[in-house]
Structure formats: C-alpha cells, structure tokens
C-alpha cells in the first residue's frame, strides 16, 4: 500500500506524472471539463468533498510553482479567496519557494482546462472554487 498522503490511485499517477510547468485543475462541481482532459471525479453529493479538502491534500504532494485563479472569484466568493490564498501562503513557506499566482478570466480558465494533465472535481458547490495548478521542480 502507498505510504504517500494520496491514497486516490488516479490522482497518485497523475502527481507522479508532471513535469516542470504541467497543469493539473482542482475544480468545483459545476466547471465543464473537456471530453479531452482527464477527469478525476471525486464529487459525492453537494460539498463532500470540500474543494479545499481537495486542494490541500493534492498541495501535500504536488510540488506548486504557480496558481491561476478566476478573477470572479475575489467578488463572487471572497471567502473562499481568502482561504486559498492562505494556503498557498503556507504552502509556500512549506516548500521553499514562492507561488506565483496569476488571475484570469473564468472564460479564460476554461480554455486553460484543455491544456491540463487532468482535473479533479471535487463536490464544492460555491462559485468560482476552481485553481489551476501549475508543477514546479523539488531541485
């Protein structure tokens, strides 16, 4: 058995995959993924799992050199936002290194979805809880 903190066999394998500057999206229930990405669907029911439950153990493995992020997300759910940016604030001084955050469109981020080695849906049912990852170099 993995001794790593993903047990999640598809999330394990594409972790293990990236190489430096690969994506790989964390998203809400609702952001349309696609047909060409791979899905890694974790969605229970409305808010189970949580997308920062999500967020945090893939960062547990995930060494994250840059985020992007939904510009709509500071208004429609400023909450959230100030969650994330905590975390990737400890998560920066966790790994070393600082995380470069970039902030886009929603239309945008969409686009930006073809181009990731997955995204994991996680159950979050609150607007705008969507990050784009991007895979930095432990070295």
């Known amino acids: 058995m993995k001794k790593g903190t993903v047990l999640n066999a598809d999330i394990s394998a594409v972790i293990s995959r990236l190489g430096h500057t690969d994506t790989l999206v964390v998203a809400d229930a609702g952001l349309p993924i696609p047909r060409t990405t791979q899905r890694i669907d974790l969605a229970l029911t409305h808010g189970v799992p949580g997308f920062m439950q999500v967020v945090n153990v893939v960062t547990q493995e995930m060494q994250v050199e840059a985020a992007i992020i939904a510009s709509e ?7 959230l936002h100030e969650t994330l940016l905590n975390h990737i604030e ?4 966790h790994q070393g290194n600082t995380i470069t955050i ?3 469109s929603h ?15 996680s159950g979050e049912c609150s607007p705008y809880a969507n990050i784009i990852l991007c895979a930095g170099v432990t070295f």
């Open 90 to 93: 400890q998560l920066q001084k």
């Open 73 to 79: 997300i500071k208004q429609h759910n400023p909450a």
């Open 107 to 121: 239309e945008q981020f969409k686009q930006h979805t073809a181009d990731a080695h997955a995204v994991i849906r």
């Open 102 to 104: 970039s902030y886009i």
